[in-house]
């Protein structure tokens, strides 16, 4: 065999081995994806039956009225009366506080660590957060039961607000805020240093100082990576159930805006009770499960708009 046979039988064996790992690679892909699409259509299949199929009930067939699940204000009446339309409202409403907590709290976090602080201090820090973000829900809630419930509580009776043990709707905000604390900041972080030092150098050759540097040339340029850490922090934030079902208690009717009484959301509705149901009540948590995903996808196309948008403006 010559060298161009050999050199060509090289070349044959590697084509045959990228054709391999690429088969490889796709065939991972297709039962990842088929995962996903068989968990969501199992999903979809529960949570429409309430409204389909009929259930008995005392005696006699029950459906659910879609019109009032969706814009209901009381989670159940007897029979069959079911509403979700006020735990929308309040799962939207305490995502958006937490993340007027967390936002300007990660994102500061994150220059201090990447343009202000000494690498030391910087690198205990980003430490102290990969643990944080990698801490189990059930830690945070437990933390919430045990000091954040407490907390609320004692600024409750302040306001000569009597709470439900601290168990509230400012308890679930502040959980919240800080498990998503560390997505956002780790994100954030990522692309504030990936920002060029030349433009740093720019600004600071014109005049600016450090700080007008920092915030209108580096949060500037990192906008589109700090916003994708936002995006990533209202998909956890609107997921999370075991932490937000331990300190937001169970009210069975709203919206609920006072930020000391007991609150409701998507996730802790699906979570509470559900090994302790059957029939019509345990197959309508699917149904609130298939409110949860179609929130969670409109919130990702609409903040991936806007996104797109802010990455235009210069």
Not at 18 to 41: A, C, E, M, P, Q
Not at 260 to 267: D, E, Q, V
């Amino acid at each position: 065999m010559n060298k161009l046979e050999k050199n060509i039988d090289k070349i044959n064996r590697k084509t045959r081995i990228d054709k391999i790992v690429r088969n490889i690679f796709l065939g991972i892909t297709i039962i990842s994806s088929s995962i996903i699409v068989i968990i969501v259509l199992f999903i979809f299949l529960k949570g429409i039956s309430p409204f389909i199929k009929d259930y008995q009930i005392q005696g006699q067939n029950y459906r659910v009225n879609l019109g009032n699940f969706l814009f209901g204000t009381t989670w159940f009446k007897n029979p069959n009366i079911y509403g979700a339309g006020f735990i929308i409202i309040n799962t939207i409403y305490i995502v958006f506080l937490s993340l007027f907590i967390a936002v300007p709290i990660a994102v500061l976090t994150a220059l201090f660590v990447s343009k202000i602080a000494p690498k030391s201090v910087g690198n205990i820090i980003t430490y102290v957060i990969d643990i944080l973000a990698s801490i189990p829900s059930i830690i945070y809630g437990l933390f919430g039961v045990g000091v954040i419930t407490k907390f609320v509580e004692r600024i409750s009776l302040l306001f000569n607000f009597q709470s439900a043990g601290g168990i509230s709707t400012l308890s679930t905000v502040l959980v919240l805020s800080i498990m998503i604390i560390p997505t956002i900041t780790m994100i954030s972080l990522t692309s504030i240093n990936a920002v060029r030092q030349d433009l740093i150098n720019g600004s600071l050759a014109l005049g600016a100082s450090h700080t007008q540097t920092n915030f209108k040339v580096v949060l500037s340029s990192a906008k589109s990576g700090i916003f994708s850490g936002i995006i990533l922090g209202v998909g956890r934030a609107l997921g999370e159930a075991t932490a937000v079902s331990m300190v937001a208690g169970n009210n069975g009717s709203g919206p609920i805006f006072n930020l000391f009484n007991t609150t409701r959301t998507l996730t802790s509705t699906m979570l509470l009770g559900l090994k302790e149901t059957t029939g019509l009540d345990y197959d309508i948590r699917f149904s609130v499960g298939i409110l949860l995903i179609i929130i969670i996808l409109v919130s990702n196309i609409l903040l991936n708009i806007v996104k797109r948008k802010i990455g235009n403006i210069q």
